[in-house]
């Protein structure tokens, strides 16, 4: 969203205005899930820190003056969140060490890099919804859920060929709004969160 729109929300935001708090959650609800999710490897827990993240924003609400400091407010409760949910579980994952101890310099970096990443992750995702209906399907199918070529086409009763077709189609669709680093990242990233799903 344009951010003098958000801008122009943030006196009715401060008066408790349910609809402008709404908007904000809109903007960074998934953004912030995924970030968590990077962090975790558990969406449901993410999901629950960025609900509370929420919550806690919609207390302090008085406090903000500019949209700037609510995101920066929301990445960094959630993220204190994540680490306070990693102290307290017995975690063997070596990725997962890594995040708990993020004093240093070299843990601020990791977290602007996840912030971007999920930021990313977040516009793909809007360009994605703006795809023809079946476009969007067998995309999704093929690089959200790992599907194969002739299990997608067997499932939606089309071609191979026509698989093949709409996949090439949506990532032409893409690169119109995207560089191939931006995709291959995308790509790489939702990969790796189904990898740990299973």
């Known amino acids: 969203m344009n951010s003098d729109l958000l801008l122009d929300l943030m006196p009715a935001f401060q008066q408790g205005a349910a609809e402008s708090f709404n908007t904000f959650f809109k903007e960074y609800y998934k953004p912030l899930c995924f970030f968590a999710d990077q962090l975790l490897g558990s969406m449901p827990d993410a999901e629950d820190i960025v609900k509370d993240s929420f919550v806690k924003l919609w207390n302090k609400r008085s406090d903000f003056d500019h ?8 990445y960094t409760t959630t993220r204190n969140a994540c680490l306070n949910h990693l102290r307290h579980q017995k975690v063997h994952d070596h990725f997962q060490q890594e995040m708990i101890y993020l004093d240093d310099k070299k843990g601020e970096d990791l977290i602007l890099q996840r912030m971007i990443q999920s930021e990313l992750i977040q516009s793909i995702y809007r360009e994605i919804e703006k795809l023809p209906e079946k476009r969007q399907q067998v995309f999704r199918m093929i690089f959200l859920e790992g599907l194969k070529n002739d299990e997608i086409a067997e499932k939606l009763g089309i071609s191979v060929f026509t698989v093949k077709e709409h996949k090439a189609k949506a990532l032409a669709q893409l690169r119109l709004r995207f560089n ?3 995709l291959g990242l995308f790509l790489i990233l939702v990969s790796s969160l189904l990898s740990i799903k299973k």
Do not use: V
Request: glycine content about 0%; cysteine-free.
């Open 67 to 74: 949209p700037r400091s609510i995101k920066s407010f929301l």
């Open 180 to 182: 191939d680093t931006q």
